[in-house]
């Protein structure tokens, strides 16, 4: 679970006072989801099995808000660059940070959402030994997509963006990164626990992946919490500079937004039109 963080000067979408107040609302889900995932957790440390598929069904509910959040997010980007996918040839961070880790959040969330179900109808119904694997699998898989796109994420680089912008950025990323790797690590000791064992529907999570799934949303809470410090600050736009998009990308989509055509893509259609047409000169 990771909310993407950019400083892109691009990220134009919609009316003014609409995009912030998309922006605060999707930093304060993104302080809500946490929230909703600590207390998930927290009930399953009790020994009724009421509390333990209300919190549950309260983890689900979670997840689902992260899976609005990232949603927003890819988005956004898109939106940002006119959904023009082209220009990821001018800027590949666009490729490789602002697309890609928006879907890594998105599959990991699924999956984890798809592994908690899983355990939630083993609770209601009855304990299956190949559902429970299932979910076991799933629970592994999903904080994997979240530490990939956690690693992308932190690994932005910024030349022109504010220093602090830039010291905001690293305070949110690192969070939840942190949380990321304590979900893995708790999928790979729950699936440790579980191998091979005997045990009843109350005893299919492990207490070591109730914990750290608890100590990751902790830090996911307080990844939210910075990051609405952050969206805070660049709102306000009281000196803070944001980043334009490297290469030409940021000029080839404001060009787009004018109607006009880059000059770079229309030279790239040139040397193409002059490639094929020979060649079906010499066509009989």
């Given at each position: 679970?990771?909310?993407?963080?950019?400083?892109?000067?691009?990220?134009?979408?919609?009316?003014?006072?609409?995009?912030?107040?998309?922006?605060?609302?999707?930093?304060?889900?993104?302080?809500?989801?946490?929230?909703?995932?600590?207390?998930?957790?927290?009930?399953?440390?009790?020994?009724?099995?009421?509390?333990?598929?209300?919190?549950?069904?309260?983890a689900l509910i979670g997840l689902?808000?992260?899976?609005?959040?990232?949603?927003?997010?890819?988005?956004?980007?898109?939106?940002?660059?006119?959904?023009?996918?082209?220009?990821?040839?001018?800027?590949?961070?666009?490729?490789?940070?602002?697309?890609?880790?928006?879907?890594?959040?998105?599959?990991?969330?699924?999956?984890?959402?798809?592994?908690?179900?899983?355990?939630?109808?083993?609770?209601?119904?009855?304990?299956?030994?190949?559902?429970?694997?299932?979910?076991?699998?799933?629970?592994?898989?999903?904080?994997?997509?979240?530490?990939?796109?956690?690693?992308?994420?932190?690994?932005?680089?910024?030349?022109?963006?504010?220093?602090?912008?830039?010291?905001?950025?690293?305070?949110?990323?690192?969070?939840?990164?942190?949380?990321?790797?304590?979900?893995?690590?708790?999928?790979?000791?729950?699936?440790?626990?579980?191998?091979?064992?005997?045990?009843?529907?109350?005893?299919?999570?492990?207490?070591?992946?109730?914990?750290?799934?608890?100590?990751?949303?902790?830090?996911?809470?307080?990844?939210?919490?910075?990051?609405?410090?952050?969206?805070?600050?660049?709102?306000?736009?009281?000196?803070?500079?944001?980043?334009?998009?490297?290469?030409?990308?940021?000029?080839?989509?404001?060009?787009?937004?004018e109607g006009q055509l880059p000059?770079?893509?229309?030279?790239?259609?040139?040397?193409?039109?002059?490639?094929?047409?020979?060649?079906?000169?010499?066509?009989?």
């Amino acid at each position: 679970m990771v909310k993407l963080t950019t400083a892109r000067e691009s990220r134009t979408y919609g009316h003014l006072a609409a995009r912030d107040r998309l922006e605060y609302i999707n930093a304060g889900l993104y302080v809500l989801a946490p929230v909703l995932l600590v207390g998930g957790f927290t009930a399953q440390l009790s020994a009724a099995p009421a509390f333990a598929k209300s919190g549950l069904a309260l983890a689900l509910i979670g997840l689902a808000l992260v899976l609005v959040v990232n949603a927003h997010d890819l988005v956004a980007h898109l939106a940002g660059v006119d959904f023009c996918l082209s220009l990821v040839e001018f800027d590949v961070q666009l490729a490789l940070v602002e697309f890609s880790v928006p879907l890594a959040h998105i599959v990991g969330t699924i999956l984890n959402f798809i592994g908690i179900l899983f355990f939630l109808i083993q609770m209601e119904k009855r304990y299956s030994p190949r559902l429970e694997s299932h979910a076991v699998n799933t629970l592994i898989s999903g904080p994997i997509f979240w530490v990939i796109g956690s690693i992308h994420n932190i690994c932005q680089v910024y030349e022109t963006a504010n220093g602090h912008v830039q010291i905001l950025q690293k305070c949110v990323q690192v969070p939840l990164l942190m949380g990321s790797l304590l979900f893995l690590v708790a999928g790979i000791l729950n699936n440790h626990d579980t191998f091979g064992s005997i045990h009843t529907t109350s005893k299919i999570m492990g207490k070591s992946w109730v914990w750290l799934c608890l100590s990751g949303s902790c830090l996911f809470f307080v990844g939210g919490l910075l990051n609405v410090v952050k969206v805070s600050k660049m709102q306000r736009r009281d000196g803070v500079r944001l980043e334009k998009l490297r290469g030409s990308a940021h000029e080839s989509s404001a060009r787009r937004r004018e109607g006009q055509l880059p000059l770079i893509l229309e030279s790239s259609r040139r040397k193409k039109a002059e490639e094929v047409t020979p060649h079906y000169k010499a066509m009989p």
